[in-house]
């Protein structure tokens, strides 16, 4: 029997902390070397989805965004690299890319859409988009990119079905 490929899951968050929620379902599924592309406007829930997905890794401190430092460097279940692009200037090798890229931690770049095609060929993208019926409402849309980010968006749609997210 073959699986079903799955191109994206949609998920309607109502709260900041629905948004973290969903982080931490995701984390459950993160292994070293996976790349998760955050995409959206200013204040749209990415660092709230961060901190979410940080706390789901065991990271006891508060993820904050590195917005002026470009990385910040957390320790849980497994290393998290957290990138913001939205002030980057020149290339990605100032932050150090090469070396945290594949290497034996996450990587979770926000304003991923500053590097299109770079970041996310394998690996998780993630568009955070307000939504227009609710005034603190945001439509979160995860896509698969290569077999990798298929076989999380799969164990994600697998844990949806079984616990849907509010």
Same mark, same amino acid.
Do not use: N
């Given at each position: 029997?073959?699986?079903?490929?799955?191109?994206?899951?949609? #998920?309607?968050?109502?709260?900041?902390?629905?948004?973290?929620?969903?982080?931490?379902?995701?984390?459950? #599924?993160?292994?070293?070397?996976?790349?998760?592309?955050?995409?959206?406007?200013?204040?749209?829930?990415? !660092?709230?989805?961060?901190?979410?997905?940080?706390?789901?890794l065991?990271?006891?401190?508060?993820a904050?965004?590195p917005?002026?430092?470009?990385?910040?460097?957390y320790?849980g279940?497994?290393?998290?690299?957290?990138? @913001?692009? #939205?002030?980057?200037?020149?290339?990605? !090798?100032?932050v150090?890319?090469?070396?945290?890229?594949?290497?034996?931690?996450?990587?979770?770049?926000?304003?991923?859409?500053?590097?299109?095609?770079?970041?996310c060929?394998?690996?998780?993208?993630?568009?955070?988009?307000? @939504?227009? !019926?609710?005034? !603190?409402?945001?439509?979160?849309?995860?896509?698969?990119?290569?077999e990798?980010?298929?076989?999380?968006?799969?164990?994600?749609?697998?844990?949806?079905?079984?616990?849907?997210?509010?």
């Open positions: 029997m073959q699986s079903r490929l799955i191109q994206q899951l949609e #998920y309607i968050s109502r709260s900041a902390a629905a948004t973290r929620r969903l982080g931490r379902r995701l984390a459950a #599924y993160l292994r070293p070397g996976d790349v998760i592309c955050l995409v959206g406007d200013l204040g749209a829930g990415k !660092t709230t989805f961060v901190q979410g997905l940080a706390a789901g065991g990271v006891r401190d508060l904050t965004s917005t002026f430092v470009l990385v910040h460097e320790h279940r497994i290393p998290l690299f957290h990138l @913001d692009l #939205y002030r980057l200037s020149g290339d990605l !090798t100032e150090g890319l090469d070396d945290i890229l594949g290497g034996d931690a996450a990587v979770v770049v926000e304003w991923a859409e500053r590097m299109p095609g770079l970041l060929e394998t690996g998780l993208e993630i568009a955070f988009d307000f @939504d227009a !019926t609710r005034a !603190t409402g945001r439509r979160i849309v995860v896509r698969a990119a290569g990798r980010g298929q076989q999380v968006l799969s164990q994600l749609e697998q844990e949806r079905d079984a616990r849907p997210c509010d």
